[in-house]
């Protein structure tokens, strides 16, 4: 093959026949969509000071992001725009290290995002518990994670999505409260506090798990480069714009938080940004706070879970998977994609926030590895492939520019508990068996494969570059 004309060759045509009838994603929709699928407002963000103190949590923001999330979001644009269908990160790793590896990114990728989504409900209670005081333990607050899982999950079957416009709105209405709140506490600010630190006294696996979790998934919106308007060049500039919204709607809560109150550190826990708003601004702020994060968090739960849902799909589509999680609701939805999902919310619920951001972690993690491998590997193999937006940098810089991140995700995994470490392998070694074992039951014709005749084969790294 000659490299110089290698090309990309798009699959499926860009996007199923299912998506053709879906308006495309312009730039602005697309940053807030991002910054759901990433942040969604600094709600969650609290634990972190109490992990390390003001000057570490804000330098951990800043620094953290060089070192991950930058190079993330660089590698993201990328390989979506090189690959820009709804695959995502399932089509890279499949391309580059075949459809068994492939099959483990989509089990884990899946099983981290149904993790991530049992938080969005703790994290909804957590800022309600101030207001209601029964909602902070015991049987009223298992009942109530199993409503809001019931109602966020009918609001998934109806087909409720944050998409386009609502993305937007629910993202303005999420910072607002934080705009108020930094002109309220100007006078209250005082720039030592942000200088405060005791190395001492430092939970160095909370600190790195909270951090971990708030800055990543920036591979997420590959899922929907199909959707994007113009994904070569939209997909960068919006990875780029929300990278600063992401960053910004962290860090200036932080400076407000720590400079216009005096810190005590064990009241830095999840839910204490609205108790800081009602410091400062009243009652009134309070709920505003509380408002934002019941909307952000409902925002967050939505997208997940359509996201974790409509991946099942995408997979029985290439026939990684059972045909029938690619039945269809009479309301187009992905039924059995998203009862698996709801059902594994339902029981992951009764971890601690702590444990969850780990065991998530520790699944994403895995997943990150074989993504930053598919894209060595398809740089060494394919230089001069066609990469709409290409990082400025040959082969020896992209493997540079993997090395900081994949260090730090030795560390993050060496810091888990025992729990979460034997928890999480013990779901890897299932994603190992099941993918032969599905094998074999579609070879003895127990459960009917299918794959949808407009998709070529992925593991077949050739099909996807044009030869002369």
């Known amino acids: ?21 879906i308006q495309k994603v312009s730039i602005v929709p697309l940053v807030f969509l991002i910054f759901y699928e990433v942040s969604g407002g600094p709600f969650g963000v609290e634990d972190c000071v109490q992990a390390a103190g003001p000057l570490l949590a804000l330098l951990g923001f800043l620094v953290f992001a060089l070192i991950w999330s930058v190079p993330e ?172 919204l992401v960053l910004s709607g962290y860090i200036f809560p932080l400076l407000i938080g720590t400079g216009a109150i005096p810190v005590d550190r064990e009241l830095w826990s999840d839910g204490y940004f609205s108790e800081i708003a009602k410091m400062l601004g009243g009652v009134w702020l309070r709920f505003w706070v509380q408002g934002a994060s019941a909307l952000s968090n409902m925002g967050m739960f939505v997208a997940e879970m359509s996201s974790d849902a409509y991946q099942l799909q995408g997979m029985a589509y290439r026939g990684m998977l059972p045909a029938f999680f690619g039945d269809q609701s009479r309301y187009g939805t992905p039924l059995i994609g998203i009862l698996f999902s709801a059902s594994g919310v339902i029981l992951l619920s009764w971890l601690s926030f702590q444990e969850i951001v780990a065991a998530e972690n520790y699944l994403y993690c895995f997943g990150m590895i074989m993504e930053f491998m598919a894209f060595v590997k398809l740089r060494i193999k394919y230089p001069a492939a066609s990469r709409p937006y290409k990082i400025p940098v040959g082969t020896a810089g992209a493997i540079l520019l993997c090395i900081p991140p994949t260090l730090l995700i030795f560390v993050v995994l060496g810091l888990a508990s025992y729990k979460v470490m034997v928890l999480s392998i013990l779901a890897v070694i299932i994603g190992l068996v099941m993918q032969p074992c599905l094998k074999y039951t579609e070879k003895k014709g127990w459960l009917r494969f299918s794959v949808a005749s407009d998709l070529p084969d992925l593991g077949l790294v050739d099909h996807h570059f044009n030869e002369p």
């Open 1 to 21: 093959m000659d490299s110089s004309s290698a090309v990309y060759v798009h699959i499926g045509n860009g996007s199923s026949p299912k998506l053709e009838r």
């Open 73 to 244: 979001a660089l590698i993201t644009a990328e390989m979506a725009t090189m690959f820009p269908e709804n695959g995502g990160y399932v089509v890279w790793v499949s391309s580059a290290l075949g459809p068994y590896w492939g099959f483990q990114q989509g089990w884990m990728k899946w099983l981290s995002g149904v993790i991530d989504n049992a938080l969005y409900p703790v994290l909804f209670l957590d800022y309600m518990k101030s207001a209601i005081p029964e909602l902070e333990t015991g049987s009223y607050r298992v009942i109530a994670i199993l409503c809001l899982t019931v109602l966020f999950t009918y609001l998934n079957y109806r087909g409720l999505t944050i998409v386009g416009w609502v993305a937007t709105l629910l993202g303005v209405f999420s910072l607002l409260p934080f705009i108020f709140m930094g002109l309220i506490a100007i006078p209250k600010l005082e720039p030592s506090r942000w200088l405060v630190v005791d190395l001492q006294n430092v939970n160095w696996a909370l600190y790195l798990n909270v951090l971990f979790w708030n800055l990543n998934y920036w591979d997420s919106i590959s899922t929907l480069a199909g959707e994007v308007e113009n994904p070569s060049k939209t997909l960068p500039k919006a990875l780029f714009y929300a990278l600063i």
